[in-house]
């Protein structure tokens, strides 16, 4: 769609100043607390908001999911809902439970790009029957540093090629359930040390390597048809060494538009995170990245009232008074808003299966055995696991206790939700108990813990946590029958009685590994 096919405001909206704030209202993805759309919300759906999005704080039941998007609907029809759900660690359907679905690295482990379609669909089938249309998802970062503090296990892998299929796969398989992909985090977020929401990462790749390793899966993606690509929060001097990728229009114009060909939507990551907010503030950076080419900020995370929405709107309004921003840059950036909306639309009430036919029955891609749409994430957790058995491995027969090595958390990924193999053992081997452990002394405290029982450590990203690796060289030592899993990106080399690596810590992938200690599978 080009801009000048576009004019100011929407079909039938006011003319004039009040179609230029409409439009500024229309360009925002905000958030929200609670349960049911507070008024302020509803009454900014009739004045031309035309996106909302939802975290783990808004949703109790699948139920009361729907029934908050109903209310959405009631005052807008065509309202985007968007939710940051990639499954695996980062969930905010099953926020309190832990996921249904493994995330990006256990199904990049698989590599069998028919199972992450299938996945994708099941997911994104989920969402639809919620009334949730837009999914910031998936995450198509190439994990080059293995440190990465941000990305880890929400990425397909490290090698491009891999992470660019299964891109693919994701996107085709989250569309055919009616669901907009929106691809993220452009240019590429895996090659960076820091984390975005706590200050702005840098990647002093050169062009070639960016061209061909990060910009790989955003190419595959674009091919697929991916309805939305997010920007990143990076900056990337061989694209542009004075501007984070987000406000950059040689990075969201000149290369993801003009030189990669995307003519979808450009959706920023959440503007109150450091690496923007800290520097330049929610405010001019919102008018600088609409001005760069982006065409929805998205909000809500952290900042989730109606004042956010007012000072972000007015600052877009004046921006354009003042000339900053060009009203057409607005008006181009509203209405690829509104034409996504109409996409949903249409999409929820045809979505096909990955085979291209309607309503057709997943099959599950397990080898060996068949299965149902229901437990295709189960499947897909089973298939991602690593183990490696020392000479002979008993599994236990008497309740055994998990000490679970704890870093801190993710932003991203949040401390709400539960992870390990604690709940799933405790299933099968009544009696089980876990605690928690961090720090220096965190081997020797879980061995006075555990006492005679057998030992079950699980570790998140051992690599980066030198006291995890003390921790499991205490336990070892004296106690070698100790069973080890990995529930993050598996760098450290496996040693233990049996070391296990699921590629993720979602509530399936934990329940795949307690079958394995357990002996039931």
Not at 133 to 159: L, M, Q
Not at 256 to 263: C, P, S, T, V
Not at 322 to 344: H, I, Q, S, Y
């Amino acid at each position: 769609m080009s801009p000048t096919t576009f004019a100011t405001g929407s079909p039938g909206s006011p003319s004039g100043q009040d179609a230029l704030t409409r439009d500024a209202l229309t360009v925002l993805q905000p958030g929200f607390t609670g349960t049911t759309a507070p008024d302020w919300l509803l009454r900014r759906l009739g004045e031309g908001l035309a996106s909302v999005g939802l975290f783990g704080r808004n949703i109790v039941s699948p139920v009361q999911l729907a029934a908050l998007t109903a209310q959405l609907r009631a005052e807008h029809e065509d309202v985007l809902v968007a939710i940051d759900e990639e499954g695996g660690d980062v969930t905010r359907l099953e926020v309190r439970t832990g996921s249904s679905f493994p995330g990006n690295h256990a199904l990049g482990a698989v590599d069998d790009a028919d199972l992450t379609r299938q996945v994708a669909f099941a997911l994104g089938r989920r969402l639809a029957e919620c009334g949730v249309t837009f999914n910031w998802a998936p995450s198509a970062d190439v994990n080059a540093n293995p440190s990465n503090p941000v990305i880890g296990v929400r990425s397909f892998g490290a090698d491009p090629g891999l992470v660019a299929r299964h891109t693919a796969a994701y996107v085709t398989g989250l569309q055919a359930a009616g669901v907009a992909a929106c691809t993220k985090h452009f240019p590429g977020h895996g090659d960076t040390a820091v984390d975005s929401h706590l200050s702005l990462p840098r990647i002093d790749a050169d062009r070639p390597l960016v061209e061909s390793r990060d910009l790989a899966p955003f190419r595959a993606a674009i091919a697929s048809g991916s309805r939305a690509i997010m920007s990143a929060h990076i900056l990337v001097p061989a694209l542009d060494p004075d501007l984070p990728a987000t406000l950059s229009r040689p990075v969201l114009t000149g290369l993801l538009r003009e030189e990669l060909g995307y003519d979808g939507l450009i959706v920023t990551d959440g503007m109150e995170m450091q690496a923007i907010a800290g520097t330049y503030g929610i405010e001019h950076g919102s008018v600088l990245a609409l001005a760069a080419g982006a065409d929805a900020i998205c909000v809500g995370g952290g900042l989730a009232d109606d004042d956010t929405v007012r000072r972000l709107r007015d600052a877009l309004v004046t921006a354009v008074r003042t000339g900053e921003l060009p009203e057409e840059r607005l008006a181009d950036a509203a209405n690829r808003v509104r034409a996504l909306a109409r996409w949903t639309r249409t999409a929820a009430g045809g979505a096909e299966g990955v085979d291209g036919t309607s309503s057709t029955p997943l099959r599950t891609g397990r080898a060996g055995g068949g299965g149902t749409d229901g437990d295709i994430g189960l499947v897909a957790a089973r298939r991602a696991l690593t183990t490696t058995l020392a000479e002979h491995y008993d599994p236990p027969t008497q309740p055994v206790y998990v000490a679970a090595f704890t870093p801190v958390a993710n932003i991203a990924v949040g401390d709400e939700t539960p992870w390990g193999v604690g709940a799933e053992l405790a299933r099968l081997l009544p009696g089980t108990e876990t605690g928690t452990f961090a720090g220096d002394s965190a081997g020797a405290s879980a061995l006075a813990v555990a006492g005679t029982r057998r030992i079950v450590a699980v570790v998140r990203d051992e690599h980066r946590h030198p006291w995890m690796t003390a921790a499991l060289d205490t336990l070892l030592a004296t106690r070698p029958d100790t069973v080890v899993v990995e529930m993050g990106v598996p760098q450290s080399p496996p040693r233990a009685a049996l070391h296990i690596a699921t590629h993720g810590a979602a509530r399936v992938c934990g329940r795949a590994a307690a079958e394995i200690i357990a002996g039931v599978r």
